[in-house]
């Protein structure tokens, strides 16, 4: 039986009142296949987009064997083992201008890295294993076969596949596809994101708050997230709590993008009469996450679009960017594997007070004292407080089954540099 959304909330091993953020983030990526659509750009418009077809070899790499080093090319089987051997240099290799003559019994030539190794030679001496006295070469004993010498093809066969499908394109890859003589490879179209953000106290910036009114925050660090990930980010501004307002920004929004974000609008109190239209548009679940901040999150799908309902706080939106959104958005750029969101050990300096049972993500600082990693809390932890995000460089990633936290202990600590 195919997997529908709104098993997600009734699935009986789980209360639905609190979903783990690991169950979440399976029940998401359940539903997510990668958008269809690519383009072929140049090489250099590829950074940061995803490789839509395997990238084959066309040439080896290295293309010629070559030197490793600066030093003596010449023939393994001329070398004494035990002792110091003399050969005869008998001409020059430099990187881009080969030896072409034949080295002979005995005989060795002169060569800098990157340099062609003639064919009759095996073996590279490193100049600091060897002497010059005019054209008398002497290498030391020890030499071994096959030394600093790099076989054509050593990095890459041919008709091998050099960069897979699915592999987002950063520097090493620019260079890697460079380094085939391709100027031009096919990339997944950019994902559209729309997003807008709920709240009649709401006022975007540029004009002047009333009494009890707020600037939108979330808009602006939801462009900044999707715009980091190179997605091609859809403002559609403040939409009023107001039911024919809002369905017609979900429709809109739906017919124009692949993904729809929405912020606020999903907490207790708010989320029956989102409900009651969503569910007239499309399948939608409401979630409580076992997690904090960022409690209530929904998810589901409006006409074809996927739509991520993030709580409003402005912490909270960070967080469950960070947690659900950003994989999915990868994933369905067809990203794959997924890059891993490493986890560091540090020892943290702060109590922390903490209730077993739901996952916390507390702001932290990360740093190094006397060798040792170590993190701190930002301190208030209010999910309103936006500082605390802009003073992290870490969330200190509280596990369900960890209860308070003493000063001194070993935590988990999620990086927030290069998320996105
Ligand atoms: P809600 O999830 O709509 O109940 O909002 C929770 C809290 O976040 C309230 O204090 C809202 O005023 C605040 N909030 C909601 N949306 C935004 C926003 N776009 N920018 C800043 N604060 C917001
Ligand atoms: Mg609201």
Known sequence: ??????????????????????????????????IAGTARVPIRSALGRVVAEDIISPVNVPAHRNSAMDGWALRFADLDAAAESNLVEVGACFAGKPFNGTVGAKQCVRIFTGGVVPSECDTVIMQERASANGK?????AGAKHGQNVREAGED???????????????AAELGLIA???????????PLRVAFFSTGDELVSI????????????NRYTLFGMLHRMGIEAIDMGVVRDDPAILEAAFREAAGIADVVITSGGVSVGEADFVKTLLAKLGEVVFWKIAMKPGRPLAYGKIHNAHFFGLPGNPVSV?????????????????????????????????PIKKATGRTEFQRGVLYVEEGVWKVRTTGQQGSGILKSMSDANCFIMLHDHVGNVDAGSTVDVQILEGIV
């Open 136 to 140: 008398s070469i002497t290498v030391a």
């Open 318 to 350: 960070m967080v469950t960017f960070y947690q659900f959104v950003r994989d999915a958005l990868l994933t369905l750029q067809g990203v794959s594997p997924l890059p891993v969101q490493p986890l560091l050990k540090a020892v943290c300096t702060s």
């Open 1 to 34: 039986m195919a997997l529908t959304i709104s098993q997600a909330s009734c699935a009986d091993d789980y209360d639905p009142n609190s979903m783990p953020v690991a169950k979440a983030r399976e029940f998401i990526q359940a539903f997510l296949t990668p």
């Open 206 to 217: 540029g004009s002047p708050l009333a009494a009890g009114e707020i600037f939108d925050s």
């Open 179 to 189: 380094s085939l003589g391709i100027s031009e490879i096919a990339v997944v179209r």
């Open 156 to 170: 890459l066969v041919a008709g091998a596949v050099a960069l897979a499908k699915g592999r987002i394109v950063r």
